[in-house]
């Protein structure tokens, strides 16, 4: 056990259930007592934290794949820190961890949720986007869910962001095609094709995604990688070819919606082209881990695999952070840093 422990540290607070898009009224920024940790436990002063656009679907109170924030109580998401007192046979002070008790300066988490991570084979906020949760993200989207063959045309939406910049990069590593992608500004879309090696890219601001695509991609798409849902799904519907594949990531074009959002006008085309959407959940490919890292790493390491981090500095703006990236404030994964 370590000596001088802080007393107390920062936490954030969902106070209100937002209604459309998340207001500052809706979040606190609270002082709590922070205690040596009980038997089995760690206590973690946090790096850097993690904010993600599920998080979004957590802050309404519905039935939902994971269980919604509670009310004044702290939220939690990914995180990696260090450890700074330690009542868990395993762990030592200075061990660095990935746990699941973000959003906060500290943490006192179970020894068996915290995953040790070294800090000389990447930067510790890797382990929250590339060789995290976001990339098998986009390794098993790609390769499990989508079915993904070498020869296939891709296109992926939220291509400059965490997931989406890694899909790009994969597909092309694997022998795709042809790769576009599309992003929300022409900063990212240059990203896109200059340093990912993507294809083709265009900006979605630019005017309607199912002509831009068809530009894009004359001769087709194989598989659609979707992060954002509405306009994009329905284009890339009439851009798949036969036998295509769609993995349905995420819809981020339709969390702050306050009405439902209309599906696409054309789902009628999945029968004659025989299309197979799917949904996923990462949470459903642990058992890829071992592969995604090996790989991951390898092409890292060769230089043919590429990421950008946005740090937001200061637990006190993490609000900031997690609604800037709703907006596309990001490029690459999305960090609040307390380091
Ligand atoms: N199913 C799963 O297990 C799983 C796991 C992780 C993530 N996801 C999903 O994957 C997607 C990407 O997540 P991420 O963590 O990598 O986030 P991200 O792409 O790094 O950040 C979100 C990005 O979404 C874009 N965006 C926001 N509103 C948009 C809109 N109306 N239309 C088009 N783009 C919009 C913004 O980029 P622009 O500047 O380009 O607009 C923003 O940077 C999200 O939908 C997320 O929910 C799913």
């Known amino acids: 056990m370590s000596a001088a422990l802080p007393t107390s540290g920062r936490e954030w607070h969902l106070v209100a259930r937002p ?3 998340p207001k500052a009224e809706d979040f606190a920024l609270r002082e709590a007592p922070v205690t040596a940790p009980r038997e089995g436990r760690v206590l973690v002063r946090n790096l850097h934290f993690s904010v993600d656009p599920y998080m979004r679907g957590r802050m309404n109170d519905v039935k939902s794949y994971t269980p919604p924030f509670k009310l004044d109580h702290p939220m939690d998401g990914g995180a990696v820190g ?16 990935l746990h699941g008790l973000g959003w906060r300066e500290y943490a006192e988490v179970p020894a068996e949720h915290a995953v040790k991570v070294d800090a000389s084979i990447a930067p510790l906020s890797a382990y929250l986007g590339v060789l995290g949760m976001t990339g098998l993200t986009a390794y098993a989207g790609l390769f499990e869910v989508a079915s993904f063959k070498e020869g296939d045309a891709v296109f992926v939406s939220g291509a400059a962001g965490a997931v989406g910049s890694q899909v790009g990069q994969m597909a092309r590593i694997k022998g795709a095609s042809r790769v576009v992608g599309s992003a929300g500004s022409d900063e990212k879309v240059k990203l ?9 890219a265009f900006n979605y601001h630019d005017g309607p995604v199912v002509e831009q695509l068809r530009a894009a991609a004359p001769d087709g798409i194989d598989v659609y990688f979707d992060n954002v849902g509405g306009e994009h799904l329905e284009a890339a519907i009439s851009s798949l070819n036969v036998h295509g594949r769609v993995t349905v990531c995420g819809m981020i074009a339709q969390y702050n919606a306050t009405e439902p959002a209309p599906g696409p006008r054309n789902l009628a085309l999945v029968i004659g082209k025989r299309l197979r959407i799917q949904g ?4 459903d490919h642990a058992a890829l881990q071992p592969q995604f890292v090996q790989d991951v790493a390898g092409w890292l390491a060769s230089g043919e695999l590429k990421y950008r981090e946005t740090f937001v500095e200061g637990i006190e703006n993490g609000f900031d952070a997690f609604v800037g990236l709703l907006r596309g404030e990001n490029t690459g994964k999305m960090i609040v840093s307390l380091a």
């Open 19 to 21: 209604h459309g898009w």
């Open 82 to 97: 260090e450890v700074i007192a330690s009542n868990a046979e395993g762990l030592a002070v200075g061990d660095h961890v």
């Open 192 to 200: 896109l094709v200059e340093e990912y090696g993507f294809d083709a």
């Open 280 to 283: 996923m959940l990462v949470s």
